[in-house]
């Protein structure tokens, strides 16, 4: 077990609606990326968080957006729900800054989504 | 441009026998590499890095090799357990990086 606790497990949404996604970060990590999984696929960098701030993002519109809160944990919100939209989504934590030590990214076991 | 690729999407391997799962990177500047595990209905599962001024590493029952010069990783199992069935992925960060890039997954399937 990674820490990582991610919730709902599942969770079933119409086009056009709107979901948030949590996720609570290992004791002692400050940094939350998430990734988006399709069937099949290795997981794609959606963004990250480090000191409630977006730290990097990758190719997604905005209507992805998220929030780091104090304590480190964080969603992931989007909004106009498409059908491709549905994936498994991933949220890892880590220690930032990178240093000499390790910056391995704990996964936890990901949120179901699915837009009909 | 950037990406990690995988050579076999699916690798069939006898129990007790050694596994090698091999990974092509394009980007010179990655510096830090990752293999993760990931079974049905889970995240992926750290199993073990190695950053780019490394060739070798090795941990319990898995090793990784690193080849720069053709930007090459494998990992290497050694007698793979039905346990071992799963989705292996090789994902990359560079060096001022906070994203990891994967590539689309070896799935391994062990033979009783």
């Known amino acids: 077990e990674t820490g990582v606790t991610q919730s709902p497990t599942h969770l079933i949404k119409t086009r056009g609606q709107q979901v948030t996604l949590r996720c609570s970060s290992q004791?002692?990590?400050?940094?939350v990326s998430w990734y988006q999984q399709a069937l099949g696929q290795g997981p794609q960098f959606i963004f990250q968080?480090?000191?409630?701030?977006?730290?990097g993002r990758g190719n997604f519109p905005p209507r992805f957006s998220g929030l780091q809160f104090p304590n480190y944990s964080s969603e992931l919100n989007v909004n106009a729900l498409e059908l491709d939209d549905s994936a498994l989504y991933l949220c890892?934590?880590?220690?930032?800054?990178?240093?000499?030590?390790?910056?391995?990214?704990?996964f936890g076991a990901g949120t179901r989504l699915s837009v009909l | 441009g950037e990406s990690v690729g995988l050579h076999l999407p699916t690798l069939s391997v006898q129990e007790g026998d050694n596994s090698i799962i091999n990974c092509a990177y394009s980007?010179?500047?990655?510096?830090?590499f990752i293999w993760y595990k990931q079974e049905s209905g889970k995240g992926p599962q750290f199993i073990i890095d190695?950053?780019?001024?490394?060739d070798k590493r090795q941990g319990q029952r898995v090793t990784v090799l690193l080849n720069k010069t053709v930007k090459h990783l494998s990992l290497q199992i050694a007698a793979t357990q039905p346990g071992d069935s799963a989705v292996y992925f090789c994902?990359?960060?560079?060096?001022?990086?906070?994203?990891?890039?994967f590539g689309g997954g070896t799935r391994v399937l062990v033979k009783p």
């Open positions: 890892a934590s880590s220690l930032l800054p990178r240093g000499a030590s390790k910056n391995i990214q704990y």
């Open positions: 004791s002692g990590h400050n940094t």
């Open positions: 968080y480090y000191r409630e701030e977006e730290n």
């Open positions: 980007n010179s500047a990655s510096d830090y």
């Open positions: 190695i950053r780019s001024n490394m």
């Open positions: 994902a990359e960060m560079r060096a001022a990086g906070n994203k990891l890039t």
